[in-house]
C-alpha cells in the first residue's frame, strides 16, 4: 500500500524555519518524482518545489527560492522540506506528493501526480 506521510509542520515566527519530513512507504523513491505543495483556504492546490529522488535535482517557485530547499535521502525513503526565512505568505497547508519518473511533464501541475501524503499545516505568525 502506498503511503506519503508528511510531518514537522507547526506555528512559527516570521523569520524563522522549519523543516518538513516526507517519509513514503509502499514504492521505491529512486524511481519517483517528489513535489511539494501548499494550499490556503480557498486556493488552488500551488507547487512550491520539486526533487528527482534518483539524481537529487530540484526546482523550486520563484516564491520560495533562496529561501526553501529539498533534498531526499533514498536510503530511508524521505524527502525533506528545509524552510528558511519564513513569512506570513507561507502560511498554508503543505502536502508531498509522488509520481513515476519520467521526462517532460509540468512538475507544478497537481494532475501529474499519482499519490499524495494527507498535509501538515504551516502557521507563521507573530
Known amino acids: 500500500q502506498v503511503q506519503l506521510v508528511e510531518s514537522g509542520g507547526g506555528l512559527v515566527q516570521p523569520g524563522g524555519s522549519l523543516n518538513l519530513s516526507c517519509t513514503v512507504s509502499g514504492f521505491t523513491m529512486d524511481y519517483y518524482d517528489i513535489g511539494w505543495f501548499r494550499q490556503t483556504p480557498g486556493k488552488e492546490r500551488e507547487g512550491v518545489s520539486w526533487i528527482r529522488s534518483l539524481s537529487g535535482n530540484t526546482i523550486h517557485a520563484d516564491s520560495v527560492r533562496g529561501r526553501f530547499t529539498a533534498s531526499a535521502d533514498n536510503a530511508k525513503n524521505a524527502v525533506y522540506f528545509q524552510m528558511n526565512g519564513l513569512k506570513a505568505g507561507d502560511t498554508a497547508v503543505y502536502y508531498c506528493?509522488?509520481?513515476?519518473?519520467?521526462?517532460?511533464?509540468?512538475?507544478?501541475?497537481?494532475?501529474?501526480?499519482?499519490?499524495w501524503g494527507q498535509g501538515t499545516q504551516v502557521t507563521v505568525s507573530s
Open positions: 506528493a509522488a509520481r513515476r519518473y519520467r521526462p517532460g511533464y509540468d512538475v507544478f501541475v497537481t494532475r501529474e501526480y499519482e499519490f
